[in-house]
Structures are given as C-alpha cells and as structure tokens.
C-alpha cells in the first residue's frame, strides 16, 4: 500500500475516540488456543447443514447458497471504499478477509497483466490459499464446488460487484487440497 492510501483510509475513519493503553486488556479470554475446538463444532456443523441441504434441495442448494453469500457480500462492502480498479478492490478485499480467506490475483505466465481481456471477456484469476470453507469441506469428507464453496463464490462476486459497480461472475478452474484456482469474470 502507498502511504496516501493509508492516508485516505486514516481521514475515512479518523474519530475523535482516543484508546488508553490500559484501557487494553493484557489477555484473552478465553485463549485462542480454548477456541479451536468451538471452531471444529461450527466447522462440523456447517458441514451437516449443507448435506442436508443438498439432500433436500438437491442441485438448488447450490443456487440458494450462492444467493446468500451474494446478497451477504454486497451487504459487507457497502462498508467499503469504492473503486473503479478491479486489482485495488481485490486487494483490499483479501486485506479484509485474512484469516477468513486468504486469496491473490494471479496471471499465466504468458500474461503480461492480471486483467486479462480475451474473447470478448475481462477476467482475472485469483489463487485462494486459506479458505475456512475449504477446511471445512475437508473435516466433513465432502468435495468442493458444492453448496459451501458456492456461498463463497457468492461472498466474492457480491463484494466485488458493490465495490467496483460491474457485474461479476466467478468460475472453479481447479480445487485442490491447499489451494483453488478461480476465473472472476468482469462484465
């Protein structure tokens, strides 16, 4: 980040509340480390929830999920700064989400740019490293692409859409163990 953009961002959301250091507390409570097994009982849980969704609602699930995560991502970057560069918007989404999320654009290496325009079609790639709902598709045995990977989908594409004001769409172009390859399509 350039140092104006850290200026920009101070002047958005400089307030007056002034935080004492002792105003701080010095531990957690309860520790991070107490959390982990909360974290794998959500993790479990949301992998039922979607199985039970796609035995219910069969190939819709993917459609309802997809809707939710959308229509939640559009909620969140209404908070966000609006941006016409798609790489910055993308950028300060993946700052946002760390620890949710982790993702980086990525080019071929026959590209000269990220944004890659063929066919009539604008489109970058972007790498996603740490996905919670990768791990969680895996502690469950499920595959990914379905309902839990479609909310993400969802999540991204309504977050690009409300930042940047173009229409979006985001494909799988592979899943693996420890990172999926995605196609965000810019309309």
């Known amino acids: ?83 016409d560069d798609v790489e910055e918007a993308l950028h300060e989404l993946s700052d946002l989400l760390r620890g949710q999320y982790t993702f980086e654009v990525w080019k071929p290496e026959d590209k000269e740019n990220f944004i890659i325009e063929e066919d009539g079609q604008t489109f970058i790639y972007l790498v996603f490293h740490d996905c919670i709902v990768r791990q969680t598709l895996r502690r469950n045995g499920q595959e990914q692409g379905g309902p839990l990977c479609q909310t993400l989908f969802g999540y991204v594409v309504g977050a690009i859409e409300e930042i940047t004001g173009r229409r979006a769409k985001l494909e799988i172009v592979h899943t693996g163990p420890n990172a999926c390859l995605k196609k965000l399509i810019l309309k």
């Open 1 to 83: 980040m350039t140092a104006s953009y850290i200026d920009e961002l101070h002047e958005s959301f400089h307030t007056d509340i002034v935080y004492r250091s002792e105003d701080i507390p010095l531990e957690c409570t309860p520790r991070p480390s107490e959390m982990e097994e909360t974290l794998h009982g959500v993790m479990k849980l949301n992998g039922l929830i979607i199985r039970s969704l796609e035995e219910i609602a069969g190939r819709g699930a993917n459609a309802v999920t997809y809707r939710a995560g959308k229509k939640f991502g559009h909620e969140i970057a209404k908070y966000f700064q609006k941006r």
